[in-house]
């Protein structure tokens, strides 16, 4: 069974390092056995000033774009199934007050669809910052990071300048190329245990793994 999902982003950076963490963390939440493929559509970026902004037209638009992408890909719809996934930064916003908001807005303009949102606190690098010890060597970054107390609180890429320039003066986080570096080699667990926003998005993707199929059981012989 193949499950489709299709992303809607706000920038190259999150469109380039989704399709790397969604499918890893799929093999993550995956029970043992289970046979089930996601399949990562082409994310869909967008504005984040204009995804968020009340009355303007650009949500529902990229919700339907994402609604045409699902359609286009479930050529057995009666064995495949497919989510929107609406993934911005928070940055100063509170995910738990906005997040709902989005979500319901996106539902509006397609109640008959599956839709999850997600939002990083603050943005996409403070996931890195939440898993950090299993960072060390990576990119550039010094050996011995340490996950910080404060995960996802502040700026993760301001965080990960701050790491880099203790090795040099002009050294700097860039992305989007470090960023999808650091996407392939993060430990999921370790940032799974240091933020919850990267939690949720662990979540959302279990509660999408199909359950096994139930097998009959064995008829007795008489």
């Known amino acids: 069974m193949t499950i489709f ?9 999150e469109e380039r390092c989704l399709k ?7 093999k993550f939440v995956t029970p043992a056995g289970n046979d089930s493929v996601l399949a990562v559509l082409k994310p869909l970026p967008t504005k984040r000033s204009s995804l968020i902004k009340i009355g303007d037209s650009e949500l529902p638009k990229q919700i339907q774009l994402a609604a045409n992408s699902l359609r286009d890909a479930l050529w057995q719809p009666e064995v ?3 989510f929107i996934l609406l993934m911005v930064d928070a940055e100063e916003d509170c995910p738990a007050t906005l997040g ?8 509006e303009t397609r ?5 999850a949102c997600v939002l990083p606190k603050r943005e996409l690098e403070n996931w890195f910052k939440a898993a950090a010890a299993s960072l060390g060597g990576v990119c550039g970054l010094p050996a011995d990071l340490a996950v ?9 890429g301001e965080w990960l300048t701050s790491q880099k320039r203790r090795l040099g ?22 940032c799974r245990a240091n933020s919850p926003s990267f939690a949720k998005l662990c979540r959302v993707l279990a509660d999408r793994v199909p359950a096994p199929p139930v097998v009959p059981e064995p008829v007795a012989a008489t």
């Open 148 to 156: 910080a107390g404060d995960a996802e609180h502040g700026s993760g």
């Open 111 to 115: 109640a008959d669809l599956d839709i």
């Open 20 to 26: 790397i963490l969604l499918s890893r963390l799929w």
């Open 169 to 190: 003066r002009n050294l700097k986080y860039t992305k989007p190329d470090d960023a999808v570096e650091l996407a392939k080699a993060m430990d999921l667990a370790e």
């Open 100 to 107: 709902p908001l989005l979500l319901q807005r996106a539902k």
């Open 5 to 13: 999902v299709a992303p809607i982003v706000e920038g190259a950076t």
């Open 80 to 82: 495949d199934t497919g």
